[in-house]
Nanobody, 128 residues
Framework: QVQLVESGGGLVQAGGSLRLSCAAS????????MGWFRQAPGKEREFVAA????????YYADSVKGRFTISRDNSKITVWLQMNRLKPEDTAVYYC?????????????????????WGQGTQVTVSS
């Protein structure tokens, strides 16, 4: 079992920045690839970014590429999502998720169905 707790959400003006954190506990963090997803009101959950178990590979949705950066520190059992140049359309609840490190394909990591563990989410609101 892995427990995930997100933090760092809030209200920010368009063009601003936020840094989300996802702290993990339970089984060895390095056993898992990690992903960030988001869900806006009335919309389906969508992929934002993912990172391999050792941080060697990262993947991004086209909508956030160049603005968001995913990173992790296995010694701190934490994954981050640095979000810059935020837009109102980035408003959503953001979730982090974990999946076995054996899932390494970028295509697979973009799908929420492969993830085994999810956090409770943190709200990000970007005002125009």
């Amino acid at each position: 079992q892995v427990q995930l707790v997100e933090s760092g959400g809030g209200l920010v003006q368009a063009g601003g920045s936020l840094r989300l954190s996802c702290a993990a506990s339970g089984r060895a963090f390095s056993n898992y690839a990690m992903g960030w997803f988001r869900q806006a009101p009335g919309k389906e959950r969508e992929f934002v970014a993912a990172i391999s178990w050792n941080g060697g590979s990262t993947y991004y949705a086209d909508s956030v590429k160049g603005r968001f950066t995913i990173s992790r520190d296995n010694s701190k059992i934490t994954v981050w999502l640095q979000m810059n140049r935020l837009k109102p359309e980035d408003t959503a609840v953001y979730y982090c998720a974990a999946v076995s490190r054996t899932v390494y394909s970028g295509d697979l990591l973009r799908g929420d169905s492969v993830y085994d563990y999810w956090g409770q989410g943190t709200q990000v609101t970007v005002s125009s």
